[in-house]
């Protein structure tokens, strides 16, 4: 399995991006697909998660501002990022559990670069 995650950048405080991971290769079903963060010096921490059914969570500090959601027929998940802020700048990691039968195996994006600055 492949994860190809796409859009982050720089941008102004209070403006927008849209993240992408798309998943390839071979892939019976996914659990919950996930968006992750890592700011320098600091523990990774779960942005957002979203189950097959479209079940979301959200940390405190994005909600009403990012939205999680999915392509099941493309294995894809997204992560809509609107107002940012400065605390937002990180690494982006997004997570997809594979399911094969009774084992799950968790496979990550190669991490895309946000940085929120004036």
């Known amino acids: 399995v492949q994860l190809q995650a796409s859009g982050g950048g720089l941008v102004q405080p209070g403006g927008s991006l849209r993240l992408s991971c798309a998943a390839s290769g071979s892939i019976p079903s996914i659990n919950a697909m996930g968006w992750y963060r890592q700011a320098p010096g600091k523990q990774r921490e779960t942005v957002a998660t979203i189950t097959s059914g479209g079940s979301t969570n959200y940390v405190d500090s994005v909600k009403g501002r990012f939205t999680i959601s999915r392509d099941n027929a493309k294995n894809t998940v997204y992560l809509q990022m609107n107002s940012l802020k400065p605390e937002d700048t990180a690494v982006y990691y997004c997570?997809?559990?594979?399911?094969?039968?009774?084992?799950?195996?968790?496979?990550w994006g190669q991490g895309t670069q946000v940085t929120v600055s004036s």
């Open positions: 997570n997809v559990p594979v399911r094969r039968g009774w084992s799950t195996t968790n496979y």
